[in-house]
């Protein structure tokens, strides 16, 4: 008992250090470095310049607004040059079985 009485302070300062040191390296284990963390937000603002670059260079919504407008623009003009065509490719056929014919018939 004169032992323990003699040593307290010392089992005590040594169980102090052993919780002490099971905390940091607890803490440690489950917890990230200040270095790390910095490096990973460097990379983190660089992705999010990036997105932000990309972004930038998209149309937006008035481009796509005005671009609708042109298509619907040329698929009207294309709509009215069907009956045209439509009366070329009569006349092509035509001129293709007259030409059919004259082959036919040895006149060259």
Same mark, same amino acid.
């Given at each position: 008992?004169?032992?323990?009485?003699?040593?307290?302070?010392?089992?005590?300062?040594? &169980?102090?250090?052993?919780? &002490?040191?099971?905390?940091?390296?607890?803490?440690? #284990?489950?917890f990230v470095t200040k270095k790390?963390?910095?490096?990973?937000?460097?990379?983190?603002?660089?992705?999010? #310049?990036?997105?932000? =670059?990309?972004?930038?260079?998209?149309?937006?919504?008035?481009?796509?607004?005005?671009?609708?407008?042109?298509?619907?623009?040329?698929? &009207?003009?294309?709509?009215?040059?069907?009956?045209?065509? &439509?009366?070329?490719?009569?006349?092509?056929?035509?001129?293709?079985?007259?030409?059919?014919?004259?082959?036919? #018939?040895?006149? =060259?």
């Amino acid at each position: 008992m004169d032992f323990i009485l003699e040593w307290w302070k010392q089992f005590l300062a040594l &169980g102090f250090l052993i919780v &002490g040191a099971g905390a940091l390296a607890w803490l440690r #284990s489950t917890f990230v470095t200040k270095k790390s963390h910095e490096e990973s937000i460097n990379g983190l603002k660089t992705r999010l #310049s990036a997105v932000e =670059n990309t972004v930038a260079d998209m149309p937006s919504a008035d481009d796509i607004h005005e671009l609708d407008k042109r298509l619907i623009e040329v698929g &009207g003009k294309i709509d009215s040059l069907s009956p045209q065509l &439509g009366n070329l490719q009569r006349v092509t056929d035509l001129l293709m079985e007259n030409e059919l014919r004259e082959k036919r #018939s040895g006149h =060259n």
